[in-house]
């Protein structure tokens, strides 16, 4: 199994340009803006989190067909399925726990017997299960995932022998803190974009900082 181990990067200028993208699609106005990005940088690679099982589809969307055409090289980047399997081990057997807690609650229901003190056992039961299942959940997405994204990231990193490099990462918003606190821990300086929200003139800026 890979090991989760992040190596910082060292004696090098990284920047990470994390682009706020919810979904697959490439309208005309963010087509103009990446293109303009693209242009004004040069990218050694981009990394693309849809979070998408279906990687046939993945490999059709709008975004990587326009990467494509700047012959930019790119990652979609997730949990290994190894670890991921590994820690979803604890979470399915919690959520068949709760399946057959239901179904025995379901029967004290229907038997007219949900007052009693075995049923609001079994409910309060049912409804700590559900809250440690949507927390591990969460945990996993939005803690554990990024490290392995950022592990990534900094191992492609570290082996390109370049001393100053720029780097896409198109990521759903809601990791946009995690990948920030992560990247900049490990010497990867992050400038943060809302494709609806960019401003061409502050790239060349914030880069200069």
Known sequence: MEVL??????????Y???????????????YED???????RNFRFAIVDFNDNDSKELYQTALLKFL????????????????????????????VQI?????????LYLNEQQDTFKAQ?????I??????????????ELIIKPKWIVKKVLDIVNEI??????ILHFAPEKLFSELKSLFEEYNIKVIKYDMNKIDMKSIVIQERI
Not at 5 to 14: A, F, I, Q, R, S
Not at 34 to 40: C, D, N, P, R, Y
Not at 70 to 92: G, M, Q, R, S
Not at 127 to 140: A, F, P
């Open 34 to 40: 990446l293109k303009e990005i693209i242009k004004k």
């Open 5 to 14: 181990e992040l190596k910082p990067v060292k004696g090098k200028k990284v």
């Open 161 to 166: 022998k370049h001393d100053k490099l720029s």
């Open 99 to 107: 399946s057959e807690l239901e179904e025995e609650y379901e029967n």
């Open 127 to 140: 409804d700590l299960l559900k809250i440690e299942v949507e927390y591990k959940k969460k945990h996993l």
């Open 16 to 30: 990470l340009y994390l682009i706020k993208k919810e979904d697959r699609e490439l309208f005309e106005s963010e």
């Open 68 to 95: 494509k055409k700047f012959t930019l090289p790119y990652y979609n980047i997730d949990i290994p399925e190894n670890a991921k399997n590994y820690l979803y081990h604890e979470i399915l057997r919690e959520e």
């Open 121 to 125: 056992n079994l409910k309060s039961w």
